[in-house]
């Protein structure tokens, strides 16, 4: 019997190809792709869940991950994908990562 729950999951950046994935169970379920800005600020612009996983409310996993990696490399986000401004919206505690400026523009 495994030790791990049936939806064990991992969130890993791949910056060769700039997005993060969500794997569950070792397969990429959703992926979130960015672009570097310049120093310190990277856009999170399009988020894509496999169909296979499409309902399953894993989404928000991967989000928060990516946020969290984002913080803790030091990085300020602008969120260009609508699920991502979402997350922010219900989880407030994110929307430092959002320089100041842009989180009014962005209904923040």
Request: charged share 30%.
């Amino acid at each position: 019997m495994s030790s791990q729950p049936d939806d064990a999951h991992e969130v890993k950046d791949q910056p060769d190809q700039e997005r993060y994935v969500l794997l569950m169970d070792g397969e990429t379920a959703y992926f979130l792709e960015y672009q570097d800005l310049g120093d310190r600020l990277r856009a999170f612009v399009h988020t894509q869940v496999e169909d296979s996983y499409q309902g399953r409310g894993v989404g928000s996993r991967l989000v928060g991950g990516a946020l969290e990696r984002a913080a803790e490399s030091g990085l300020a986000v602008i969120p260009r994908c609508p699920m991502v401004q979402s997350f922010i919206r219900k989880n407030p505690e994110h929307a430092e990562l959002v320089p100041e400026e842009r989180r009014k523009e962005l209904s923040l």
